[in-house]
C-alpha cells in the first residue's frame, strides 16, 4: 500500500507561491492541498479558483482542494475549470450530498468526503462507495499549526475498514497537527494520504527537509 504526502500551501510563503510549490515537487511530495476557506463555514478567508490555476502553471502533481465553504455546489465548475484535480466537500455543508458527489464526477474531478472532529463516520456510510478520497479532519478546520485531536484516531480506524470492504481504491486521508510525532498514530490507524502545513512550510531546514522527515517515517 503506498502512502502520500501531501504538502498544504496554507503555510507557504504566498509571496514565492510558485517557487514553493515547486520545491514540494522536487522534494518528492505526492500531492498539494489547497485549503478554500470561505469565513462562513470556517473562520477564516483564503483562497480561490484563481490560486488553484496558478498552482496548475507550476506543477504537474494532483491538486486537492478542500473545500471549507457553505453551499459549495455552485462553485464546483470554476474549481474543476481552474485544474483542481480531487474536489473534496464537507458532509456537513452537503445535505445533497449524493448529488454533489455525482457532480463532482461530471465535472470530471474525482470526489472526495471530508468529517469534521465532532461529526461522526457513520454519516458517511451512504456514499463511502461513491468517493476517491475520504478526508478525516483531525483539528477543527480554518488554520495551520493547531495540536492534532487523538480522539479521531478511533473514527480513521472504522473508515479503514469500512474502505476496505465496500471501496478499496479510494484513499483515505488525514489532515492538521500533522508532525514526526503525530503521523505514526494516524499511519497506525490506517491513513494514506498524510496533508501538512507547518511541519513542512515551517521546516527550519526548509520545504524538502520538512518533507523528507515526515517520509522517512513511512514504510517505503
Ligand atoms: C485546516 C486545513 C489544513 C491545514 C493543516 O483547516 O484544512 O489543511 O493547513 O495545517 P497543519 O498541518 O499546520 O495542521
Ligand atoms: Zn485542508
Redesign the pocket.
Known amino acids: 500500500m503506498r502512502r502520500l504526502i501531501a504538502p498544504?500551501i496554507?503555510?507557504a510563503d504566498f509571496t514565492q507561491l510558485g517557487q514553493q510549490v515547486r520545491a514540494c515537487q522536487d522534494a518528492g511530495a505526492d500531492w498539494i492541498?489547497i485549503?478554500v476557506?470561505d469565513g462562513r463555514f470556517?473562520p477564516?478567508l483564503t483562497m480561490g479558483p484563481f490560486i488553484v490555476k496558478a498552482v496548475r502553471q507550476v506543477t504537474d502533481l494532483p491538486l486537492d482542494v478542500?473545500l471549507?465553504v457553505e453551499t459549495p455546489e455552485p462553485m464546483l465548475a470554476a474549481f474543476a475549470q481552474s485544474g483542481a484535480t480531487y474536489l473534496n466537500v464537507h458532509i456537513e455543508t452537503c445535505p445533497h450530498i449524493h448529488r454533489t458527489l455525482q457532480t463532482i464526477r461530471e465535472l470530471g474531478c474525482k470526489p472526495g468526503i471530508t468529517v469534521n472532529p465532532g461529526t461522526p463516520a457513520s454519516q458517511l456510510d451512504e456514499i463511502l462507495h461513491l468517493v476517491d478520497l475520504v478526508l478525516v479532519?483531525s483539528?477543527?478546520?480554518?488554520?495551520?499549526?493547531?495540536t492534532?485531536l487523538p480522539e479521531v484516531l478511533s473514527k480513521v480506524s472504522y473508515l479503514s475498514k469500512r474502505l476496505a470492504k465496500i471501496n478499496p481504491d479510494a484513499w483515505l486521508e488525514i489532515?492538521?497537527?500533522?508532525?514526526t510525532t503525530t503521523l505514526p498514530l494516524a499511519l497506525q490507524a490506517g491513513v494514506q494520504v498524510f496533508?501538512?502545513?507547518?511541519?513542512?512550510f515551517?521546516h527550519p531546514q526548509g520545504i524538502a527537509a520538512g518533507i523528507q522527515e515526515l517520509r522517512n517515517l513511512l514504510p517505503s
Open positions: 498544504s496554507l503555510s492541498h485549503d476557506m470556517v477564516n478542500h471549507m479532519m483539528v477543527n478546520p480554518g488554520f495551520s499549526s493547531q492534532f489532515d492538521g497537527g500533522m508532525n496533508v501538512a502545513a507547518n511541519a513542512i515551517n
